[in-house]
């Protein structure tokens, strides 16, 4: 069987990746062959999402991980289809997301499953609403999640802060934080037509254009025209000013979220942000960094079923940006730094 | 009878404060004549501490209050003695701990115990050890307490680091961590007699005399040196090079306490610290602001019962540095930023 992958080309340590940094190429797949314990996926859709731009600096990452060797696969969270399995807990035409090779095609071993993260999307979602598992039912969605119920543990009426929030993550951390929290929920974004549309789709509360705001005084100025008592939370997926911005923005018993810093990613070396930690001591401040991971594999929360739960019961708008054909990863993926996306950004393949 | 009472002469906004910036004044008290709800309090001790460095000035304080009249009397903890009550909960001759105005005899309003932090020594100590409410059973003793146990939420045989080591709350954290939690404990603290002080009497494994080390990258390499593999938790009194140092040495799960900055106190202007969030991502670092209120009132923890328990145990040196007589509270106070200080400074009145 044919399979078609993207591989890492060349190194981007600085400035905007693209389709130059990648290769497409075609490789066949013996599907014939399995051992016990594999499945065979078939992709229908393939993630471009921020953190993925560590993954193709040839300097030291944030994560301290040694660089991706040249020529290798690329990875990220996919979902699709399990088109044969000898493993007792798939069974063919089960959906599925996970991280995995961006690959059309792949055999996965059980060691494999074990060793990264995936879930079967089938009962939660039908085959035309697959992509849900890398959105809503997927990373994003469990990093939302996990993030605001957790990390920030959101109370009813409180006040968040979101950059980034036209994006996959941000905007599902708006609207739970609206639908269920019943927060006033200020976002980030940059243009015109991103804060209109995360008003009217997202249902934010306020939205910002940080296009506006050169530096973290005008920005804090911004938030503070719309929340002039301050804010009790902020999800970063931005960093720089905006997190010095937020920062100082925060009320007593007010919460940070370190989830991204998409502002730094296209840079070789990251800007540190300034703070004084002295205004947490007496404001019982807190900033917590995570990942979706804890909440993705359920070892904390109740992801899936609240989540699907909430879909089910329409309480999201759900925005994807589609690129057809894996051929476009490159550029699904490019556009996430171009701010060419409204929502998930999704790669059809 | 007659008070003596300690009062802001002048604001000291920049620089070392000393006794030049208070007076100490002698007022009568009717102590015959007490309402309903009313006791008397004979202080035995007074207690200065880092935090009334803000209290003293003119400038807009972290805490956001306005600054404190001149000529008000200073406030703070105090550990004393019941000598009159009209008040059902209190009996003469019981030993209280409180936050109140520095006055050696003083009637305390049952709205006063109320809105104050006040608790009962009686059966913790005996009077000869009535200190032990502005230290081990009062502000640092909770302070270390709820901020090793909750805040940074301890693990057995974990590596903490300590900034302030030798002074009241950094010793005790110290001793906690490695009698109830079998840490490595690292200290800084100022000289080679406060190194070895913290390692022969409050047990620290490692001592750093911070005055060897100029900025934050030589005290980084300080930390690295006796904990290669990096810290889990920081415990920080100091801030500024310490908290940027300590935040550059987490390890993945990593968490800081914020609970002073001395080395900013008698700064006009407090140094930001420069950090980079996304370190926080991958590694699920935390940094959480905190006082010892909730444990201290017993919103949080069992800290009463543990502490007191611990101290009968024999768990902890408990080393004080005395001055003698109201007069000298300024004296005291000074000395707390001048490195004159062993353990817990106690003013005796």
Same mark, same amino acid.
């Given at each position: 069987m044919?399979?078609?992958?993207?591989h890492?080309?060349?190194?981007?340590?600085?400035?905007?990746?693209?389709?130059?940094?990648f290769?497409?190429?075609?490789t066949?797949?013996?599907?014939?062959?399995l051992?016990?314990?594999d499945?065979?996926v078939?992709?229908?859709v393939?993630?471009?999402?921020p953190?993925l731009?560590?993954?193709?600096?040839?300097?030291?990452s944030?994560?301290?991980l040694?660089?991706k060797?040249l020529?290798?696969?690329m990875?990220?969270?996919i979902?699709?289809?399990?088109?044969?399995s000898?493993?007792?807990?798939?069974?063919?035409g089960d959906?599925?997301?996970?991280s995995?090779p961006?690959?059309t095609?792949?055999?996965?071993?059980?060691?494999?499953?074990?060793?990264?993260?995936?879930?079967?999307?089938?009962d939660?979602?039908d085959?035309?609403?697959?992509s849900?598992?890398?959105g809503v039912l997927?990373?994003?969605?469990?990093t939302?999640? &996990?993030?605001?119920?957790?990390?920030?543990?959101a109370?009813? &009426?409180?006040?968040?802060f979101?950059?980034?929030?036209?994006?996959?993550?941000g905007?599902?951390?708006?609207?739970?934080?609206?639908?269920?929290?019943?927060?006033?929920?200020?976002?980030?974004?940059?243009?015109a037509?991103?804060?209109?549309?995360?008003?009217?789709?997202?249902g934010f509360?306020?939205a910002i254009d940080y296009k506006?705001y050169?530096d973290?005084d005008?920005l804090?100025?911004a938030i503070k025209?719309?929340a002039p008592?301050g804010?009790?939370m902020?999800?970063d997926?931005?960093?720089?000013?905006?997190?010095?911005?937020?920062?100082?923005?925060?009320?007593?018993?007010?919460?940070?979220?370190v989830?991204g810093?998409i502002?730094?990613?296209?840079?070789?070396?990251?800007?540190?942000v300034s703070?004084?930690?002295l205004?947490?001591?007496?404001t019982?401040?807190?900033?917590e &960094?995570?990942?979706?991971?804890?909440?993705?594999r359920?070892v904390k929360g109740?992801?899936f079923p609240?989540?699907?739960?909430?879909l089910?019961?329409?309480?999201?708008?759900i925005?994807?940006?589609?690129?057809?054909?894996i051929?476009?990863?490159?550029?699904?993926?490019?556009?996430?730094f171009? &701010?060419g996306?409204?929502?998930?950004?999704?790669?059809?393949v």
């Open positions: 044919e399979a078609k992958s993207v890492l080309k060349t190194y981007c340590d600085e400035g905007m990746p693209g389709p130059e940094h290769d497409i190429t075609t066949a797949v013996n599907v014939d062959d051992q016990d314990g499945i065979v078939k992709a229908s393939m993630s471009p999402d953190y731009r560590s993954q193709i600096k040839n300097s030291a944030t994560a301290g040694a660089p060797p020529g290798s696969v990875s990220g969270f979902a699709g289809k399990v088109i044969a000898k493993n007792p807990k798939w069974t063919v959906l599925i997301g996970a995995l961006f690959q095609v792949q055999i996965v071993s059980a060691a494999a499953l074990q060793s990264t993260v995936a879930w079967k999307l089938t939660l979602v085959e035309a609403h697959v849900h598992g890398v997927g990373m994003p969605g469990s939302a999640y &996990g993030g605001l119920i957790d990390v920030l543990a109370k009813h &009426g409180e006040t968040i979101i950059s980034g929030a036209a994006g996959a993550v905007g599902l951390v708006g609207q739970i934080a609206k639908k269920i929290f019943n927060c006033t929920v200020i976002g980030s974004c940059g243009g037509d991103k804060c209109e549309f995360i008003k009217t789709k997202f509360d306020h506006q050169p973290a005008s804090t100025a025209a719309v008592n804010i009790d902020y999800f997926n931005v960093g720089g000013i905006h997190f010095e911005a937020a920062f100082s923005s925060l009320r007593p018993h007010g919460r940070i979220a989830c810093g502002s730094q990613y296209n840079q070789a070396v990251r800007n540190n703070i004084n930690p205004q947490m001591i007496y019982y401040q807190r900033i &960094g995570f990942m979706c991971m804890p909440w993705l359920g109740n992801f609240d989540m699907s739960r909430w089910k019961e329409g309480k999201f708008h925005q994807e940006t589609n690129f057809e054909g051929e476009n990863w490159p550029a699904a993926f490019q556009s996430l171009t &701010g996306n409204f929502g998930k950004v999704v790669v059809r």
